[in-house]
């Protein structure tokens, strides 16, 4: 195994993933990570429920993709730290990879994620799909089958270009019939100037970050085919296909705090 260094600001620098941690209650994170989050609930009050209902979110689509289709083995792409709900995941998904850039994050991944059979985790960089695709936890999933992948709350820490690139090299080396589950902030339903706020407070804390509005997020899905009826929902708004809005599922997604948007993309029809 591969050593990592890390070096010493890396723990007095917020961190995305642990930032995140801190917003929905948990304890795997420092001063500087719960310094940054209170300064953002400041400005945006639902942020802590915007990240419990992404959370919540991987769940129900992992459910739905094996349960409804069949595709029972998906990566999780940008799968920050353990949380309560990576424990939700039904017993129907046989085979997942953890995937983070983060090397901490994959250690904690590392530990307590991989002890449910068929898991496994990876530190890669998920920009790079060919070395993605190629890594041996990758490798082992059966690429004669459809893989789900799951890119919850990552593209906002992406910029455009890259974001295009990677979902398109996704899309181009994915076996047909492969789904991607998408989340992404959006300034789409805040009030006023409250996203750019946040965008701001995130990059004076050296974190960039890129909520995107609609058109533009449905221009980085480029290849990739939405479901006709649904398309861009709200991720507290989102249902598997062919089911009702019916009930909310908690006060958050009543109040609609997810100010993110939700996807379920198919490879659709190949060309080539
Ligand atoms: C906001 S967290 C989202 C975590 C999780 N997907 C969720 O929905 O709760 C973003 C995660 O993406 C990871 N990440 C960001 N850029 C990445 C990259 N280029 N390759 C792999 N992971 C990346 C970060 O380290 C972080 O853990």
Request: proline share 7%.
């Amino acid at each position: 195994m591969n050593r990592v260094m890390i070096p010493p600001e890396y723990f007095v620098r917020p961190v995305v993933a642990r930032v995140q941690d801190f917003l929905d209650g948990g304890t795997d994170n420092y001063a500087a990570d719960r310094e940054l989050a209170r300064d953002l609930v400041a400005v945006a009050q639902w942020l802590r429920g915007s990240v419990r209902i992404n959370r919540v979110h991987g769940a129900r689509v992992l459910g739905h993709l094996a349960r409804e289709l069949g595709i029972d083995q998906a990566i999780d792409l940008g799968c920050g730290l353990p949380h309560d709900e990576h424990m939700h995941v039904p017993d129907a998904v046989r085979r997942i990879v953890y995937v983070d850039s983060d090397p901490v994050v994959e250690a904690h991944a590392r530990m307590s994620l991989t002890e449910r059979t068929g898991t496994a985790s990876l530190l890669a960089d998920l920009t790079d799909v060919t070395a993605l695709l190629s890594a041996a936890p990758i490798r082992r999933l059966d690429h004669d089958r459809p893989i789900a992948v799951l890119l919850h709350d990552v593209p906002p820490w992406l910029d455009d270009d890259t974001a295009r690139t990677t979902l398109q090299a996704l899309h181009a080396r994915l076996p047909p019939g492969s789904v991607l589950s998408l989340t992404h902030a959006t300034g789409d339903f805040a009030a006023d100037t409250q996203m750019q706020h946040l965008a701001e407070l995130y990059r004076e804390a050296g974190i960039p970050f890129w909520p995107r509005n609609r058109t533009t997020l449905a221009m980085l899905l480029g290849p990739w085919t939405l479901p006709g009826d649904r398309g861009l929902v709200t991720t507290a708004a989102w249902r598997p296909p062919g089911v009702a809005f019916s009930q909310p599922l908690s006060v958050h997604t009543w109040l609609d705090h997810s100010h993110a948007y939700a996807a379920l993309a198919t490879t659709g029809e190949r060309t080539t």
